[in-house]
Each structure stands twice: as C-alpha cells, then as structure tokens.
C-alpha cells in the first residue's frame, strides 16, 4: 500500500496531528501507511487451546472470559435457587446476575470484533462440577469464590493496560466486584468483607487489596473451562 | 506490515514522537512483538495503546502523582480520625451488634494503615517528599465547620444511625475519588496498583457500611446482610450504588456524593465523571448494548437499575474537595488545602 494517510491529506500539520493521535480513525490510517510487503503467517492451532491476545485485547478477553464464567454461575443460581435460600438472598443474587450480565455485554461491546468468541457458534460450556449448587452453603461458598478472584483479577491487571479510558472503565466494574465480594462474605460469615485472606498488610502494603495476575487467575479458574485450556502466555506482565 | 514505516511518519509531523513514547528503545522492544506475531486484528488496537501512551499526557492537565497522594492522604486523615473517635465511643458502640462494632474496628484498621502506607508512599523515592499532616483537631464531622454554619449532622458522635450514614457518605466519596484520579497516575504503574487496591479495600468498606444500615443497629442474630433493601434507599441502601440512592443517607445533604462531577459528559475516548446514576459505558447506552445481546431472565424494566448498579463512576479532585470540606473548620491549614 503505497498511498497513506499523510500524503492523501496533503500537509497534516503537527497540531491536528497531536489532536487525533490516539483516535481510532488516526490509528486505522496510520496501520494502513504501514501495510506493505510482509504479511502474517496463519498458526495452527490446538482446538482446545483457547490463546489470549497481546496487549490491550488480550487483557479485555480475559477479564470478557470471567464475566462469562460470573454470569453463567449467577444465572445457574437463580434457574434454581437452592431450597434454603431467603427471599432477601433471591433478590440479591438476582441484582448480582443482572450486574455481571452488564458487565458482560459491556466488555463485549467494547472488544467487537475483537471479542474471542465472535466465531463460534455457541458460547463456551463452562464446568461447574467442582461445585455444590443445591445448598445455601454451597452456592456461597461459590460466589464468595468466583467474587474474591474477580476483585484480586482486576487488581492485578488494570495496571498492564495501556489506553487511559479502557483503565477507567474498567476500575468502574473494579469496585463493584468489591461491593459484591464483601457482601457475599457477609452473608456467609457476617463481619468478614474486609478479612485478612483477600485485604493484604504486608511489609510497605497496608490494607490493600489482594492482586493476582492472569497466570494466577487463569491457574485458580481452570476446572471451569475444561475442556478447553486458556493460555495468558501473550498477555502483557508489566 | 511495515511498522517502522509508521514512526517515520510520523516523525515528519511531529519530530518529538520518541520522546513522548517512554524511550526509543523501549518504542521499538515494544514493537518488536508485534508483526508477524499478532493477530492483524489486534494491531490497530496495539498501535492505539503506544499512542495513547506518548499523547495523553501532552493534551490533557493532568495532577501530578504526588498532588494526588497527597489528597488521597488527606481523604484517609479523615477516614481514619473518623473511625478513631467513633469506635472509641462508648455511645456509638454500646448501641451497636456484636459484628457492627467488629466491622468498624476493622474499618478503622483498614484506614490508619491507608493513612501508614501513604505517607511511606510520599515519604521515599521517587517523591522524597513531606507528607500533609492535619491535625485531628482540623477536622468537624458535624459539618459545621467549626461552628461557621449550622451543623449538617450535629448528633453525628452521639447517635449510632447518624454516624453511620456519614460513615457511608464518607466511603463512597473515597471510592468515587480513588478512581477519578486512578487515571492520572497512570504514568506510575506502581502508584497506580497501590491506589486502585485501596481503593477496592474502600469499596468493602461501602459496601458493609451499607449492610450496616440497611440491616439496623441490632439486626436480628447479628445477621445485617440478610436484610433486604427497603422502598426508600436513603435509609436502607442496597450494598452497592442504586441510582442516586434518593441523594444518600442525608438527601439535601449528601446529594453532591452520588451526583456528577467536572466535566459530567464526554465520550468513549475521554475521562469524565457523570453522576451515580450514569447509564451509558464505553459511549454506548447499555440499553443499546443489552439489546444486541442474547439474554435470558433480565426484565426489561430492570435494565436501567443494573445499568446503573453495575457501574460505580469517578468523581473529580474538586468536586471531592467541596464534599470534604464540609468536614473541616474553616482557617485551619487542612481547609487551605481542600479548598
């Protein structure tokens, strides 16, 4: 591609330059002005192996992937709530379906073609075997799992994004696992949302939050993708 | 794809590209794993990143990270001074569950060590700087300022219920401002980690100082979070942030905490701070996004509520300051600097 952004503008002066650099359209035009000889060789790939992108995108997927995981519990929950469940318990476990819902359908959004899954036929099945869905005990014990991760996931890969506005997004949702996570705990042992296990005080850190990498996550998580193995070994790490 | 193409580019317009990015030779590490081994797909949005990087800062004005841990300092000098008195009161804690005043202590603990942390944050390098110091005299949980004006909450170090509803207010305001100025501190990751970390830490608080209230001061076998939300949110709040909540646990008064920020509007590509009740993300009404999307269970008529709940919005460091303001006298050192 010989033509570019640049010489099909004419003279693009450095300010609007500086104006729409970081914008998409800018972005699209500059990769065009960088298409030319060599083009990407196609990698076969492991059917079962589910290998997250670089950079940005990758990040986005994964934390796509365990909204799904979220939502696909949440919604098993409440097809069949377990028999000693509250009527209070009901109402919330649905708000919590219908946030991770949200959160789902917004990370979508904002990964389209982007998204992992955009060619597959049907979502991925998830594998909630290790769990005990038919007691109060068991589906919190659940929740109060997949909450904890979520919180320590997205405290520990905010920091590797690169675009300002996906970060500030994204630590939007970032409290409201947190707000989930504590009440969880507390239905489960009132009093522990902020307990030693999940808020860190150690050395130079006091009272943050526990943070875990994709590695970690992905690690902690695998059971419920079984069959399929999800690689971070792209994902950025600093 | 010829990558290096692009720099060059570039530099024609802009000679000073490379010393936007963090060093040229990080520019070309950086890209020296993109090419053959990316998806094409992916690098457009790669590319975006690295630019985004180099230009953000050069057009938007941004707080420096040591203004902004300095504020965050003086936010958890308020938390922490807060807790401190009322889990040292016996009329706060007599009137209180078993799990109640458990909480509050561990509340306590969570902030004085924020106060711990941030002050050897501020103290060692790179900033070798002099943390802010206010006096726990400084600060006026009534809202009266030190007598300046009639009191917000004047019962709020006597009556159980009130201190509650501030304690909510105050934790709200916290996550709020934690994550409105998350993204200046993007140029120090590490900053950055730590700050976003309290900050979740900050909304456990929230949300059991909601539980708190929604369940009552002696909740049935010290059970606050079996008790479900009433009609009305300002006296019994969800865990999380419903809307505007009804303007909060005082409405007329902490309206300003669930309401919008300077700028309150903007698009996908640029930072904002719409009010609580803000229901569109990424540029993109939610009712838009769910549309698309194939969804069983959620009611229609639910959309609005948990497009709202799902998503708690930053506040800006002026809007924040006003709020906490209101928790200081007037001519003390500490009210200079949230002024």
């Given amino acids: ?238 | 794809m010829n990558l290096l193409n692009i720099l060059s580019e570039i530099e024609k317009v802009d000679p000073e590209v490379y010393g936007r990015l963090d060093s040229r030779r990080r520019v070309f590490q950086h890209l020296s794993g993109l090419g053959g081994k990316l998806a094409v797909a992916a690098v457009p949005f790669a590319l975006g990143s690295i630019f985004n990087k180099a230009y953000a800062g050069a057009t938007a004005t941004q707080a420096t990270v040591l203004e902004v841990l300095n504020y965050a300092l003086l936010l958890e000098h308020l938390e922490a001074n807060f807790y401190n008195i009322g889990t040292g009161s016996t009329t706060i804690t007599s009137a209180l569950s078993a799990n109640n005043v458990k909480s509050l202590n561990s509340i306590k603990t969570d902030e004085n060590n924020h106060v711990t942390f941030l002050r050897g944050v501020i103290a060692a390098a790179p900033f070798n700087a002099t943390p802010v110091a206010p006096a726990a005299t400084d600060f006026d949980y009534t809202g009266a300022q030190g007598g300046s004006r009639a009191a917000l909450f004047a019962d709020v170090l006597t009556n159980p219920a009130t201190f509650l509803a501030v304690a909510q207010a105050l934790e709200d305001t916290g996550v709020r401002a934690y994550k409105g100025s998350a993204t200046d501190l993007m140029s120090n990751k590490t900053v950055l980690e730590a700050a976003l970390n309290i900050h979740s830490v900050e909304a456990r608080h929230a949300a059991r100082v909601r539980t708190m209230r929604r369940g009552g001061l002696m909740p049935a076998n010290d059970r606050a979070s079996l008790v479900a939300p009433g009609a009305n949110l300002s006296t019994s709040p969800k865990s999380w942030v419903s809307g505007r909540d009804g303007g909060g646990p005082a409405p007329g008064t902490t309206d300003a905490v669930y309401g919008p920020g300077t700028p309150a509007s903007g698009t996908a590509t640029t930072i904002f701070y719409p009010a609580e009740d803000n229901v569109t993300q990424a540029g993109a009404s939610i009712s838009t996004i769910l549309t698309t999307a194939v969804i069983a269970g959620l009611a229609t008529t639910n959309i609005p509520t948990a497009a709202s709940e799902a998503f708690d919005e930053p506040l800006d460091m002026a809007t924040v300051k006003a709020i906490a303001r209101n928790f200081v006298k007037t001519g003390t050192p500490t009210f200079a600097l949230l002024s």
Avoid: W
């Avoid at chain 1, 506005?165 to 696992?177: D, H, Q, R, W, Y």
């Fill in chain 1, 1 to 238: 591609m010989s033509d570019s952004f640049f010489s099909r503008s004419g003279a693009l002066h450095r300010r609007t330059f500086l104006r729409v650099a970081g914008a998409s359209a800018a972005t699209a035009s500059l990769v065009l002005a960088g298409c030319s000889d060599t083009e990407p060789t196609p990698v076969v790939v492991d059917p079962n192996l589910l290998q997250l992108a670089q950079a940005d995108p990758g990040l986005l997927n994964y934390l796509y992937l365990l909204k799904q995981l979220q939502t696909a519990f949440y919604q098993k929950v409440v097809d069949a709530f377990p028999s000693d469940f509250s009527a209070a318990e009901k109402l919330a476990f649905n708000d919590l379906r219908d946030h991770e819902l949200v959160h789902r359908e917004t990370l979508r959004f904002m990964l389209g073609a982007n998204a992992y899954d955009t060619a597959l036929l049907q979502p991925l099945p998830f594998d909630f075997s290790s769990l005990t869905l038919t007691s109060r005990a068991g589906v919190l014990a659940g929740a109060q799992q997949l909450e904890d991760l979520s919180v320590a996931a997205y405290a520990g890969s905010l920091r590797l994004l690169a675009a300002v506005p996906t970060a500030a997004l994204l630590a939007k949702i970032a409290s409201v696992e947190a707000r989930h996570a504590a009440f969880v705990r507390d239905l489960r042992t009132p009093g522990s949302f902020a307990d030693t296990d999940v808020v860190v005080s150690e050395g130079a850190l006091q009272s943050v939050s526990l943070a875990k990498t994709p590695t970690q996550v992905l690690d902690e998580t695998k059971a419920f993708f079984l069959p399929v193995v999800v690689s971070p070994s792209s994902l950025p790490t600093a």
